[in-house]
């Protein structure tokens, strides 16, 4: 069974960091290119950031690039994005996704939420 779980989400002030991870299990990991999008409360879903399959390539939004940062740990089945330097508007639900051919997603986690808020 494909899983997707995503971790690390929460509460944090203007300026600050999180560290989201997502745990994969189900699929060969390390075939897959991975991804971070996300849903601002009343808003579409956006992307945010992909990565290869090795983790030698990676791509961002406009709106995130200078401050997060993706990667992947293919021995510990594990994506994570380390977000600095926090904006309210990057107030949202994030959602990692997987797939094999690049931006056909096929698997999705259920989502973590992260508030930026004085």
């Known amino acids: 069974q494909v899983q997707l779980v995503e971790s690390g989400g929460g509460l944090v002030q203007p300026g600050g960091s999180l560290r989201l991870s997502c745990a994969a299990s189900g699929f060969t990991f390390s075939s897959y290119w991975m991804y971070w999008h996300r849903q601002a409360p009343g808003k579409g879903l956006e992307w945010v950031s992909a990565?290869?399959?090795?983790?030698?390539?990676?791509y961002y939004a406009d709106s995130v690039k200078g401050r997060f940062t993706i990667s992947r740990d293919n021995a510990k089945n594990t994506l994570y994005l380390q977000m600095n330097s926090l904006k309210p508007e990057d107030t949202a639900v994030y959602y990692c996704?997987?797939?094999?051919?690049?931006?056909?997603?096929?698997?999705w986690g259920q989502g973590t939420q992260v508030t930026v808020s004085s």
């Open positions: 996704a997987a797939s094999r051919v690049v931006y056909k997603f096929e698997h």
């Open positions: 990565i290869n399959t090795g983790g030698g390539s990676t």
